[in-house]
């Protein structure tokens, strides 16, 4: 069974860096995307950058030029580098790994990991 582990997450001052990392444990095959959502209390969960297959990147505007999205194949990890890091960017945030299965695809949630940026 394929689980999705994170970690990376913390507090950190406004300005402050942090780099999350979700590796993937049990066989995955087939991925399509990986991607890094966040939900902040009372809101709706957001997508904030996401990793297609073919290395096409996409960012939420609140986050280009400050989040970087990576990924290493070979351990089926994916990074979120985030740098000069702002209040508004709290929240629990999460990988999600999507897989084509057979005439549709499939989604892989991880459990989220706090991201905590104050004073």
């Known amino acids: 069974q394929v689980q999705l582990v994170e970690s990376g997450g913390g507090l950190v001052q406004p300005g402050g860096s942090l780099r999350l990392s979700c590796a993937a444990s049990?066989?995955?095959?087939?991925?399509?995307?990986m991607a890094w959502y966040r939900q902040a209390p009372g809101k709706e969960r957001e997508l904030v950058a996401s990793?297609?297959?073919?290395?096409?990147?996409n960012y939420a505007d609140s986050v280009k030029g400050r989040f970087t999205i990576s990924r290493d194949n070979t351990n089926n990890t994916v990074y979120l580098q985030m740098n000069s890091l702002k209040p508004e960017d709290t929240a629990v945030y999460f990988c999600?790994?999507?897989?084509?299965?057979?005439?549709?695809?499939?989604?892989?949630w991880g459990q989220g990991t706090q991201v905590t940026v104050s004073s």
């Open positions: 999600n790994f999507q897989t084509y299965v057979p005439g549709t695809t499939r989604d892989y």
């Open positions: 049990g066989r995955i095959y087939s991925i399509k995307t």
């Open positions: 990793l297609a297959f073919s290395g096409e990147t």
